[in-house]
């Protein structure tokens, strides 16, 4: 989802039931979007971000620099248990994060064994696997919107493009208990915004991996996607849509 996402970070914001002066931990917060959704809403929340990239991180603490409430926060490696205490926090949030890990049930396991009792966590992943684009061909739409989904950048330990839709039951089958879902759909008929990140996004990681030498598509297929999806905003008929999932639970 869009670091501008306000509607997705609103959500979260209402599904967490932060106190006033609450703490509330963001795991793989990136640059700190919504962490600075919090702090506009609850100035005196005590906030934390954990996440691997120090260049994230200090885009997050310009962001975050001038609040007034505690921030904290860390280079840490979500694969491991977390720098937190037992029964320390009132709300985790977390966004596009589970695909990325070897053991996403470990991580909840770890969320469940942070929160207070009666704690919130509101988890979000995108569904890459259902990701709409109109203009393009729709053979070499299926290829690249497949590929893109079972793509596995250097980066990351683990890719799951399906995982948005699997994240209900991942919540479900650990010791937090689910008590809702729903879905954010980023839409838009114009090449701007979110929509133009994500297809360039789609663009870059399908042509580094054609370049290694893997995937299924290649760099001319991958130039004839783009080329194409341009070629339908300049005309009109462009249109994008991202389905993300959103799954609240509390600890007991």
């Known amino acids: ?14 599904l967490s039931g932060l106190p006033e002066r609450g703490r509330v931990v963001d795991l793989g917060c990136g640059a700190g979007p919504a962490l600075a959704a919090f702090a506009r809403r609850f100035p005196q929340a005590h906030l934390t971000g954990l996440d691997r990239s120090e ?9 975050l620099q001038h609040r007034s409430g505690i921030v904290e926060l860390a280079s840490v490696d979500l694969r491991e248990k977390l720098p937190l205490a037992e029964a320390s926090v009132d709300a985790v949030i977390s966004s596009n994060l ?3 890990l070897p053991d996403p049930a470990q991580l909840l396991k770890e969320i469940w064994r942070v929160l207070r009792p009666g704690g919130r966590a509101v988890l979000s992943h995108s569904d890459f696997d259902a990701i709409v684009i109109s203009g393009v061909p729709v053979d070499l739409d299926r290829r690249v919107g497949h590929a893109f989904a079972d793509d596995a950048p250097p980066w990351m330990d683990s890719s799951d493009g399906r995982i948005g839709r699997k994240l209900p039951g991942l919540v479900h089958a650990s010791p937090l208990v689910r008590t809702h879902v729903e879905t954010v759909v980023t839409s838009s008929t ?7 990140r994500r297809v360039g996004d789609i663009r870059g990681a399908l042509r580094s991996t054609a370049r290694r030498g893997h995937g299924t598509v290649g760099l001319d297929e991958i130039d ?3 080329d194409a999806v341009q070629q339908a905003a300049d005309a009109g008929d462009f249109f994008f849509a991202e389905t993300a999932v959103v799954v609240a639970a509390h600890a007991v």
């Open 1 to 14: 989802m869009p670091e501008t996402n306000e509607t997705l970070h609103n959500r979260f914001i209402e």
């Open 190 to 196: 114009e090449l701007t915004g979110h929509a133009a």
């Open 98 to 100: 589970l695909e990325c």
């Open 224 to 226: 004839k996607w783009y």
């Open 55 to 63: 260049q994230a991180l200090d885009t997050a603490r310009e962001r």
